[in-house]
């Protein structure tokens, strides 16, 4: 609640000069409590990566896409599987059987990106509670490092037949590693981070809003704001507006399992 104070008190300062708008941070567990929030108008808008915002907005049917967050000064990102240069497996067919570490298990680009690019290409991805050597050959295997230096490290090791993290942790690596690695594929990009309002927020609410934190990166203070916020640079348009985003979204993610 802390951490976003500021930005919360910013955006509610512009949304109305005689103060009359109350900025608060509402802390929620779970993805449905969220989505139970903005249905029972508890909550406005709300600033998530693409996965959960899918889930909330398509799944739940809560909220609405309304604007591009620049965070960690990213615009859009996407996943990379990699493995050991040195390594036996040399192409994505090489997986079958074999086990492959994902980076956290709320993830959007260390886990759901991959795992659904992986079956989208007809791979049976399946969890395991541990390292097995045992994966059936029809199948891929997956754990959770946890951090990404466990991910690289299992990699690295052969511990694991591969690894999927995001483009920006890729860049953050040091030249040594770097060249330690093979990548083998990689996702379609998404938008880094997504801001959505609650479906039922009035429309003259919503274009304040909009207009509020598309300028925030103009004004001094906004802008100082702004970086102390995980580092994000700005909110933006959708590219190629709401529909778009929202079918890249559903196209990536859907599953009628």
């Given amino acids: 609640e802390e951490h976003f104070q500021p930005f919360v008190r910013y955006v509610a300062s512009g949304l109305s000069s005689a103060s009359t708008v109350e900025g608060r941070i509402?802390?929620?567990?779970?993805?449905?409590?969220?989505?139970?929030?903005l249905t029972e108008r508890k909550a406005d808008f709300y600033m998530e990566s693409p996965h959960p915002t899918y889930l909330i907005n398509n799944v739940y049917g809560s909220g609405k896409l309304l604007l591009r967050r620049w965070k960690g000064g990213m615009a859009d990102y996407h996943a990379i599987i990699f493995t050991k240069k040195s390594g036996d497996i040399?192409?994505?067919?090489d997986l079958r059987g074999k086990i492959i570490a994902f980076e956290d298990p709320e993830s959007t680009s260390?886990?759901?990106?991959?795992?659904?690019?992986?079956?989208?290409?007809?791979?049976?991805?399946?969890?395991?509670?541990?390292i097995d050597r045992n994966v059936s050959p029809g199948e891929v295997g997956?754990?959770?490092?946890?951090s990404q230096d466990k991910l690289v490290d299992l990699v690295l090791t052969k511990q694991v037949a591969a690894g999927a993290f995001s483009n920006d942790d890729y860049a953050a690596l040091d030249a040594e590693k770097k060249s330690d690695i093979t990548i083998l594929g990689e996702t379609a990009s998404l938008p880094r981070h997504l801001?959505?309002?609650?479906?039922?927020?009035?429309p003259v609410l919503v274009k304040q809003l909009e207009k509020v934190l598309l300028s925030m990166h103009q004004d001094p203070e906004g802008q100082r704001i702004l970086q102390k916020t995980d580092g994000t640079t700005k909110f933006d348009v959708l590219p190629g507006g709401e529909l778009a985003i929202r079918q890249?979204?559903?196209d990536i993610f859907y599953s009628p399992e």
């Fill in 195 to 202: 801001v959505s309002v609650r479906k039922n927020l009035a």
């Fill in 90 to 93: 040399k192409r994505l067919e």
């Fill in 142 to 146: 997956y754990i959770f490092a946890n």
């Fill in 248 to 250: 890249r979204l559903l």
């Fill in 26 to 37: 509402v802390v929620v567990p779970t993805l449905s409590r969220l989505a139970a929030f």
């Fill in 110 to 130: 260390g886990h759901f990106l991959p795992k659904y690019f992986l079956s989208r290409k007809g791979f049976k991805v399946l969890q395991k509670t541990q």
